[in-house]
Structures are given as C-alpha cells and as structure tokens.
C-alpha cells in the first residue's frame, strides 16, 4: 500500500506540474517557475505563523500569493530595466533568504524542516493521512494534489483555445481581446498552486524538474501542443514511476531519482526522437549529402 | 555597536567575518561580467550543478576538504556549461529551459548522492548536508585561507584581465575581430564563476549564492555607466553586505549568516533602485516632472502668445 500511495502522490505532482510546463516552455519563463518554487518558503511560513498549523489550504493561499509577488516584482524589476534573468535571481534570492530567517528565528514554532522544503519527504505521504468522520481518508498529499489537478484541468480545458494563443503569439491574441495579463497571472498562479501542493512530500527541486525537464522532452517529440501535454504527462508519470524504482534498488532519495529518472527519459529523447533528435538529424543530413 | 566591536575582537568571529567580506568582494567583482554577459542565472545553475561534484569528490576521498570539494565542483560546473551548451545547440530547446534541466537534473542526481552517503559508512559525513544552506559559522582558519587565494587570483585576474573581459562583455565580435581568444577568456570567466560559486557555496548554500554574484551587480549598475566604477562598487557592495551579515548574525542566536547578507545586499539594491542618479526610480519621477513642468510652462506661454495674436488680428 505504501508503494501504491507514494508512486500515486508522484504521479499527480508529475501531471499537474508537467501540464503547466508545457505552456512554460513555450513562453521561455522556464525559469519563472524555477523562481516560483523557491520563493513560496516566505508564504508557506507566514501562513503557517498566522494560521499556527499546518492546514494544507492555508499554506496553499499563502503560497500563492507570494508565488504571484514574485512574479509581479520579476516584471516590476524588468520594466525599470533590469535584464530577465538578473530581476529572476534578484526576486527569488531575496525571497528564499526570508523564508530561510523566519524559519531560523522560529524554529521552536515552525515545525517545518528546512532539508524537508530542498527535497521533500515523499517517502512519509502515508503518514499524513486525513480522517473524515472516523473513516480514513487516505493521504492528505494525494488529496491536495487531486484538487490542485482538478483546478488546473478544468481552467486549461476551459481556457485552452486563449492560454495556447498566449504561449505561441501574446501580440495577436492582445490584438483579438484577449486579456494577456490576466492569463499570464493565472498560469503564473497555477504554477504557484501546484509548487505548493508539491512543496510538503516532494521539495522545491523536484517540483522545478517535473515543471522543465517533461514539457522539454515532449517539446522536442511533437509539434502539437494537445499532444504535448499528453507526451509531457506520460513522460512525468514514466519518470515516477522508473524513478521509485531505481530509489527502491538503490535505497536513495525517491524525489531525487524521479528527478534523475526524467532527466534519462529527456536524453533519450534529445538522441531518438524522430523529428528533432540528434540521430535524425545526422541521418538526414547524411541523406541528403548522398542524394547531393 | 558594542557588539561590533566586540565581535571584531573575537579570533572565531574575525574569520568568519573576513571569509565573508572576502566572499562578497569576489563574487560582486565577477558577477558584474557575469551580469552583462547576460548569464546571471548561470551562477545559480553553477552552485546546484557543484552538489554531485562534491558528494563524488567525498565519496572517493573521504575527507571534508574544500580544495577537493573545489576539483570536484568545478569539473561538475564545466560538464554543466557543456551540457547547456550542448542542448541549445543541437535541438530547439532554448537556453532557460536548458538551464532548468540542467539545473534540476544534476541537483537530483546530488540528492541521490547525499543519501547515499547517508546510507552508508563513510565516516565522518555529518556536515556534508550543511552545503544545502550553508553554515558560515563552520568556516574555519583554512578554508578562509583559501577563500583568500581564490579572491586574490580572481581579483587580480580581473584586473589584469580588465581590458579583454571589458570587450568580452560589451562586443565579442568586435573582440574576436581584434584576435583576442574569445572561447579562451569565455571559458576563463565561466572558470571564475564556477570558483566564486564553490566558495561562496559552504558560507551561504546552493540557493543563495546566486544572489552573491547578480545582486551586488544589478545595484551597482543603478550607479554608473562606467565598467570600472560598477565593478569597484559592486565588489564593495558585496563585501559591505558580508560584514553587515556577519555581524547582525553574531547578534542574534540561531539567525544564519549567508541569508541575512543576502538580504543586506537586497537591502542595497532597493536602495539603489529609489536613488539611483539616472535610473531610479526617484530620479526618473524627477525628470519626468521637470519635463511636464517645462511643457506646461510652453503650453501657457504659446497659448498667451496666440491669444494675443488673434486680437491683433
């Protein structure tokens, strides 16, 4: 049952995360999301200090609004001319340095383990377990996930037609009426949600992985986006699955071997994959130089 | 102040406190190239990238060194650039989501080490998890003795170097049409940061020594226009944090050295950011009010001038 919960719980942080990486790919913020999962820490503890427990739905609310501060002073930074990239490592440094202090100075408080947010515990998911009425529910985790997945769906599919219009051409789909802004926010609050609903069993790392390194590998496989996000959720749930495997030969960190696990999946795809992979290509090429 | 001075007094806290400054100083210096060679986030890539060059270097010596942590580290950093390189080359993924693989990949592959480490008996391991956050209270006398080296060459590298970095950093083409060695000096600079990373790593942790290397930077553009001055400032940007870290953490038990300097240093880039000569934002208001003034006062006068030109008329 353990093995069933775990593999489960990484399933669902590999489908929201690699759904919302898609559209981050393809709008090159990979890195936004990457900044994202580090400065939620200062959110998570602050609900935590406020609310004094550990209510998961707190911490959510918490965590994402800072998810959208941080995006929000990436772009403020940027407009008064700071490059991308430096305005991303300005905003999350300074954020994760927070959290890092509030922790340090609550520390008797705070029962959050700062090891626990780089790299998660998803080893005691079935720990946690929610009770309803007497009856067990099963693991807190899976349940968050499953309603951050709900969310998430349901405003992707809702929304499909203007988040893909956003991702491949933000000036046309401004120009046809569509709110950019408001759907930039909306990804970039996603993106928060599902980092936070991971944070607790998986860490900030696994979380900036399973966002990147799927979408990446479906990126170079196909040229559909619908697809894509199917590949990429095959891939992340592929990754998982393999990952807890090799952890359990091992006897290694679970979320570090899905990480490593995704990361081989992704080589693979970078040498095979039949349109853009490195063997193709070659072979093409050495084609084309024959019929030459 | 008492407490300055009483810190500057105590053999333990003077080393922490000079390894600190040292750290800034080096990292602000280099992250300036870093910064406009538009690869700030590579220091961040860099640092999580160091993790399984230093679990292996653990692992096959067994000792807690920083000179084998920098070997390691720096040969995991070199294979991290490569492999950014290597996926923006050969396929259409562009060069932030290589990074983020780049980046997550090695990191996992490093906690897979770290617990394997854990799991099995290497003596002397306790400690090892202390990269992840940093403990600069853990600095002793040799490691700052390295630090020292490190930014000595680096700093003096950077001098020496001044002018072929300058050109590096603003026209390559122009520098490579000149002769200068251009993938030599961009290897050397990508070296630079891999070393400030490592040394910076043990003082403040994989997540924050990023924020060593563009902070200091980024504040110190708000300044000047001028490589020289921004490189100066940068350098005693980051020094300046290191000390105000160091000391506010020797003040207060339990509140970590690395990530209050870093706020010291995001403290000086607000600052920056409001008073800024030319770009802040305080001075930008300023000019655009004078120039709403100087328009309005045109405006009156040209309608006053019509005016009375039409009753003439």
């Known amino acids: ?292 | 102040m008492e407490s300055f001075w009483s810190m500057l007094t105590d053999p333990n806290a003077q080393w922490i406190l000079l390894g600190c400054m040292l750290l800034g100083l080096c990292s602000g210096v280099i992250g300036c190239f870093a910064y406009l060679r538009k690869q700030s986030l590579m220091g961040d890539t860099l640092a999580h990238a160091a993790l399984p060059g230093i679990c292996i270097a653990f692992m096959l010596s067994g000792t807690k060194s920083i000179g084998l942590f920098l070997v390691g580290a720096g040969i995991a950093g070199l294979l991290a650039t490569f492999g950014i390189g290597w996926i923006t080359r050969y396929s259409r993924i562009k060069s932030d989501a290589a990074m983020g693989i780049v980046l997550s990949s090695f990191f996992g592959l490093g906690i897979v080490l770290l617990t394997q480490i854990q799991h099995s008996n290497y003596g002397n391991q306790s400690g090892l998890d202390k990269f992840l956050f940093g403990q600069a209270a853990s600095m002793i006398g040799s490691d700052v003795t390295i630090m020292l080296i490190v930014s000595l060459v680096i700093v003096a590298a950077c001098t020496l170097l001044f002018k072929e970095f300058k050109l590096l950093s603003f026209d390559p083409g122009f520098a490579k049409g000149l002769g200068f060695p251009i993938a030599l000096l961009d290897q050397l600079l990508m070296f630079f940061i891999v070393v400030s990373v490592v040394i910076g790593i043990q003082a403040v942790g994989v997540v924050l020594v990023a924020a060593l290397l563009i902070t200091p930077a980024v504040s110190a553009r708000y300044w000047t226009d001028r490589l020289g001055v921004m490189v100066l400032l940068s350098g005693l940007f980051g020094a300046l944090s290191g000390v105000v870290g160091t000391w506010l953490s020797s003040t207060t038990v339990s509140l970590p050295t690395g990530p209050v300097s870093v706020l010291a240093q995001t403290l000086l880039f607000g600052l920056s950011l409001l008073l800024g000569p030319r770009r802040g934002l305080l001075a930008k208001r300023l000019t655009h009010r004078k120039a709403k003034l100087v328009l309005q006062e045109e405006q009156r006068m040209r309608a006053t001038v019509s005016g009375k030109g039409g009753v003439d008329a």
């Open chain 1, 1 to 292: 049952m353990t093995d069933f919960w775990i593999i489960l719980t990484g399933s669902l942080v590999a489908t929201c995360c690699s759904i919302l990486g898609c559209f981050l790919i393809l709008r090159r913020m990979a890195l936004i999301g990457d900044a994202i999962s580090h400065s939620v820490l200062p959110g998570i503890v602050i609900a935590f200090m406020v609310s004094g427990s550990r209510d998961s739905f707190i911490m959510l609310l918490g965590a994402s609004v800072l998810g959208l501060v941080t995006v929000f002073l990436i772009q403020l930074f940027q407009q008064s001319g700071v490059q991308s990239d430096a305005s991303i490592g300005v905003v999350f440094t300074a954020l994760f340095a927070v959290g890092v202090v509030l922790v340090s100075l609550n520390l008797r408080q705070v029962d959050l383990d700062l090891d626990c947010v780089l790299y998660g515990e998803i080893a005691h998911v079935h720990w946690n377990t929610w009770t309803l009425g007497g009856t067990d529910m099963g693991p807190k985790a899976v349940w968050l996930l499953g309603f951050t997945l709900l969310v998430i769906v349901t405003l992707v599919s809702l929304f499909y037609k203007q988040f893909k219009l956003c991702a491949f051409d933000p000036l046309l789909a401004a120009a046809v009426g569509i709110p950019v802004a408001l759907f930039h926010y909306l990804l970039m609050g996603l993106v928060s949600m599902a980092t936070v609903s991971s944070f607790e069993s998986v860490g900030a790392i696994l979380v900036v992985g399973m966002l990147i390194i799927p979408a990446s590998a479906a990126y170079l496989l196909t040229d559909r986006l619908g697809l894509m996000i199917v590949i990429s959720v095959a891939i992340g749930i592929a990754s998982t699955v393999l990952g807890y495997a090799a952890a359990y030969v091992l006897d290694a960190s679970i979320a570090g071997c899905m990480v490593c696990a995704a990361a081989v999946l992704f080589i693979l795809a970078f040498l095979l994959s039949p349109t853009h992979g490195l063997v193709a290509r070659k072979l093409w090429r050495r084609m084309n130089q024959q019929s030459l």
